[in-house]
């Protein structure tokens, strides 16, 4: 019985581990990063210090500070690193860039000193990182890869399982990420000026994406994946802290936040897809709401027009103002669009428009802006496109048309809990005008 119990105790003991690294991963790495710029080899140190972590920890017990445990093993080695460098290549001066941090780490006597330094600068460090694993040279899904992998610490096991590809591809793509910055070698900072905007705008990209899919999953048997959107929630309240005058900053936190406090109401008790429009409002988390409001309203204050993401935060604040459906203010929610269709049209922005346009000034309206957007190829193959269109036709009472949309809309979608959602709504149409 004892090594039963003692066997449970080591594996929640790893458990314990892995949380602790997805927490610390990221301030870690970003350390290590400055120290040898080379966010690979960061990485590859920063993994060295957890495997030392998951070798000692069972048997020493836990540390008081166990991020400042991993932090001082990484900085270990990356200092064995540059002097090893240093011994190679004469020229690698680097390693005089964290000597007395080196000279405090072996003297106990200024050990809270040392405590105290392993926090330096984390803020900037992260921010550095951030940046870095954004950068614009990277694919988009080569971005949202290294992003998980550095900053949430996510396993490629993680990643791979997170984004339903097998995982020699994820891992395909988090190497040929990390050989390209080096390639390029792309500093380890953060741009500055106009340079900063253009790299902020893939930072939030990158991030919104995280989000998405785990709000509603392109793919798979799982409607949404809430561990990925909350990652994705944590790395843009650290974004707001560390860039609190950026307005798109606080909007796209704040469009987080709001849509995140709807998770509980997005599933039935059986676990089916909810509408927005047929959710409890009751079940929406009014904390999440609270925060996105303060959000947008930092978002509001900072001088400047809104960009696409304080928009959008303004169209879920519609929502979560609403206690029904009755109650949103649609047509705020249409002029809302309305401005984001100028400042970044799409054809999805158009598509959503429609629909508030529906809401505010009924089907008919609707359904003749959808119909303009047939034709439109980024829509050729998006499901919502017929799904919206069956409803609207199914408001108009034409039912064998709204029919023959929502089986169209089902072929088209990859997700089966929305497939089988939408095979539902063409099932509800019998074929005659109500």
Known sequence: ??????????????????????????????????????????????????????EHWPHEGLPDKPGAWLMTAAKRRALDHLRHAQL??????????????????????????VDAALDEEIGDDLLRLIFTACHPLLPAEARSALT????????????????????????????????????????????????????????????????????????????MRPALSE??????????????QQAEVHGLLAL??????RFAARLSASGEPVLLLEQDRSRWDRLLIRRGLAALACAEALPGPLG????????????????????????????????????????????????????????????????????????AHYHLLPAVRGDLLTKLDRLPEARQEFERAAALARNARERALLLARAAQMQGEPR
């Open 256 to 261: 987080m936040e709001i849509q995140a406090s």
């Open 308 to 379: 696409p993401y304080a928009l959008q935060a303004g169209i879920a604040a519609c929502h979560a103002r609403a206690a029904t459906v009755a109650e949103t203010d649609w047509a705020q929610i249409v002029a809302r669009y309305d401005a984001l269709a100028q400042l970044s049209p799409s054809p999805v922005v158009s598509l959503n428009r429609a629909v508030a346009v529906g809401m505010a000034f009924g089907p008919a309206a609707a359904l003749e802006i959808v119909d303009g957007l047939l034709l439109e190829p980024g829509l």
């Open 148 to 223: 998980l992998r550095l900053m949430g610490g996510l396993t490629t096991e993680e990643i791979a399982r997170a984004y339903l590809k097998p995982e020699p591809t994820i891992a395909q793509r988090i190497v040929r990420a990390k050989r390209s910055l080096a390639a390029a070698q792309v500093p380890y900072e953060v741009p500055r000026g106009a340079e900063l905007l253009a790299r902020l705008d893939s930072v939030l990209e990158v991030i919104y994406l995280m989000f998405n899919e785990g709000y509603a999953a392109t793919s798979g048997s799982d409607w």
């Open 88 to 113: 190679v290549d004469s020229k690698a001066a680097t390693i005089g860039l964290d000597w007395d941090f080196q000279h405090a780490l072996h003297a106990e006597a200024q050990q809270e000193q």
């Open 231 to 244: 990652e994705a929630l944590r790395l843009g309240r650290l974004l707001a802290q560390l860039l609190p």
């Open 1 to 54: 019985m004892s090594g039963a119990v003692s066997s449970a105790a080591q594996e929640q003991l790893r458990r314990n581990i892995v949380a602790i690294w997805h927490i610390e991963a990221a301030k870690v790495i970003g350390r290590v990063a400055r120290m040898v710029r080379d966010v690979g080899l960061a990485e590859d140190l920063a993994q060295d210090a957890l495997l030392a972590a998951l």
